[in-house]
């Protein structure tokens, strides 16, 4: 059975973004933001929520999320369109700042954030979903890593996560079509 078949929004992000290697800063800190948001929660409402979250922190443009006051943090609290959870909020404001942080010391987030697999993807050949793990010495690496510089809601499940969205890992079991495909 195909992902998605129930669900189209999931099939869709399985289908064209889930696994494929990304490189653009803006969209890393957008998975990041995300990964952590969906923390708790299943990945189909924050796919449903994505564009409500693209609308009111301006694209994830870390720079303008960085300047947010208390006062855009009770903003965002106030919108029904968000997950409104005062910690996950404030660690977005919190992440931007780091993320900045890490883009001046390093020159890009992408640069930073891929050292953690060597620069490369890291190919698996999973036959089952079961067989698929949450966390890895990599996610428990990077979120550690993270954490040292400030990072909020970046456990190594939620690392490992981004790892799986953003193509760092290849975590397609091996009869998925997009297996080789990314």
């Not at 099939?11 to 969209?27: A, T």
């Not at 009770?74 to 993320?99: D, F, H």
């Not at 499940?157 to 193509?167: K, S």
Request: with cysteine.
């Amino acid at each position: 059975m195909r992902l998605g078949r129930n669900c189209p929004l999931l099939g869709e992000y399985h289908d064209k973004e889930w696994g494929v290697p990304l490189h653009d800063d803006r969209k890393l800190f957008e998975f990041l933001v995300l990964e952590g948001v969906q923390a708790g929660l299943n990945w189909l409402i924050v796919l449903k929520k994505r564009d409500a979250f693209r609308r009111s922190l301006e694209d994830f443009n870390a720079e303008r999320i960085a300047r947010f006051s208390s006062a855009d943090v009770r903003r965002l609290l106030g919108n029904s369109e968000l997950i409104r959870n005062r910690l996950k909020i404030e660690a977005t404001v919190t992440n931007a700042r780091q993320y900045i942080s890490i883009q001046k010391e390093f020159g890009s987030f992408d640069y930073y954030i891929w050292k953690f697999v060597g620069g490369k993807p890291i190919k698996h050949s999973f036959r089952s979903l079961s067989s698929i793990p949450d966390k890895s010495k990599e996610s428990d690496l990077m979120s550690e890593g993270l954490r040292n510089r400030g990072f909020k809601f970046v456990g190594s499940t939620i690392c490992y996560a981004f790892m799986q969205a953003t193509g760092m890992v290849n975590d397609h079991v091996i009869s998925c079509f997009r297996y080789a495909e990314v």
